[in-house]
């Protein structure tokens, strides 16, 4: 059983810088991949970043196109912690993120990931 906990989420004004953490408890996770999805009020779940260690020096890691040099994905496997700094903020970046893992290789599919957290809310204003 894996428990994720976010962490980090605030209002912020457009054009600021926030870092999210989540927190994996119950299992290693450096051979899985480990998600960034948000969603907004009334609209669907979507994938903002993924990373999966491949057990060299290497990570794979995967942006949507609307945070493609905005937002990066990190991870500290000796602290079992995932982040996702993010630099220039929007409203429309306004979301509950959540923090995902499951899959072996990177998903974009909401279905493809076994465990969430609860989310951290992200407010950006204009």
């Known amino acids: 059983q894996v428990q994720l906990v976010e962490s980090g989420g605030r209002l912020v004004q457009a054009g600021g810088s926030l870092r999210l953490s989540c927190a994996a408890n119950g299992r290693t996770f450096t051979t899985i991949a480990m998600a960034w999805f948000r969603q907004a009020p009334g609209k669907e779940r979507e994938f903002v970043a993924a990373?999966?260690?491949?057990?060299?020096?290497?990570?794979?890691?995967s942006y949507a196109d609307f945070v493609k040099g905005r937002f990066t994905i990190s991870r500290d496997n000796a602290k079992n912690t995932v982040y996702l700094q993010m630099t220039s903020l929007k409203p429309e970046d306004t979301a509950n993120y959540y923090c995902?893992?499951?899959?072996?290789?990177?998903?974009?599919?909401?279905?493809?990931?076994?465990?969430w957290g609860q989310g951290t809310q992200v407010t950006v204003s204009s």
């Open positions: 990373t999966r260690w491949s057990g060299s020096t290497t990570d794979y890691t």
């Open positions: 995902a893992t499951g899959p072996q290789f990177i998903s974009r599919r909401p279905g493809a990931y076994d465990y």
